[in-house]
């Protein structure tokens, strides 16, 4: 069995982000090797996560960034276990890491982002790589791309929330801040849809039901049931829909008419919205 240096163990380490011990560990498994150590570390954080499947990793770090033209942009929670965890910076580079990839290739889903190449091995890979680092259940548990003309990010404090708002038209300066403020609504308020056309059939007729029996319970009239129920649908747009909302930042205006206010055919064409809770 070759010798394993105090040296060897500290590049490994610096490699990996391993502790000490499990870097010698894994030297010694692989015999001085140090492409069979990662692989041994590798294979150790796959152990750890079959160990931690029925653990909850309800803490971790929420990222939105766009692209240099602002055409583009990604969001993405990395979860781990404890809040000790998301608030190590190198956590945060780690979530950062996975963003850059992701915004460089725009894959269409979580799935995709995971089979993309990191370094020499997967974002998948290295996911499992650093669970055997960290300690922790780790995981890309939510990622969502979007382009538009213009892409607005915005991360709520503590990178608990992250959005992209897209607008249909290119804009700099105080719209894109406006744009930015509009995602902050997103976080805020967390609307279902951009408008009522995005609400789902679904989730239209329950909500004329539940308006129908809360008339009803109140003693209407069956005649007049219908119209208070799409009286009532239409405060839940109100209150749902992110266009139709009240600016949070100005309650005598809706978000479509703070828009407006720098552009008259400035308007959202989607949004994206991740957090922890």
Same mark, same amino acid.
């Given at each position: ?20 011990? $499990? ?29 931690? @499947? ?23 929670? &990395? ?6 965890? @998301? ?20 894959? @269409? ?149 703070? &828009?407006?206010? %720098? $552009? ?6 989607? %949004? ?6």
């Amino acid at each position: 069995m070759s010798k394993i240096s105090a040296a060897d163990v500290k590049k490994l380490r610096d490699l990996t982000g391993a502790g000490m011990m $499990d870097c010698k560990k894994a030297l010694a498994e692989a015999d001085g090797d140090f492409d069979k150590a990662i692989e041994y570390l590798r294979k150790k954080g796959q152990k750890l996560s079959e160990k931690r @499947a029925d653990r909850e990793a309800n803490e971790g770090v929420v990222l939105a960034i766009t692209s240099d033209d602002k055409k583009k942009g990604v969001v993405l929670r &990395l979860s781990c276990e404890t809040d000790f965890v @998301a608030k190590n910076e190198n956590f945060v580079k780690l979530t950062r890491s996975f963003a850059d990839i992701a915004l460089a290739n725009m894959p @269409a889903d979580r799935d995709a982002l995971l089979a993309l190449p990191y370094e020499d091995i997967t974002v998948g890979e290295k996911v499992t790589e650093q669970l055997g680092v960290i300690g922790e259940k780790l995981e890309i548990s939510a990622y969502e791309s979007l382009e538009a003309e213009t892409v607005c990010p915005y991360i709520h404090m503590g990178n608990r929330a992250g959005v992209l708002v897209g607008l249909n038209k290119a804009v700099d300066g105080e719209a894109y801040d406006g744009g930015r403020s509009v995602a902050m609504q997103v976080a805020a308020m967390k609307p279902i849809a951009v408008d009522k056309d995005g609400v789902d059939a679904d989730t239209v007729s329950k909500e004329i039901e539940i308006g129908k029996e809360q008339a009803r319970a109140e003693g209407k009239p069956e005649a007049i049931l219908e119209k208070i129920a799409m009286g009532k649908l239409n405060k839940f747009y109100k209150e749902k829909t992110l266009l139709n909302q009240q600016f949070v930042k100005d309650s005598k205006k809706s978000v479509s008419q703070y &828009l407006k206010s %720098f $552009d008259g055919e400035l308007t959202v064409t989607d %949004f994206k919205h991740i957090s922890l809770v």
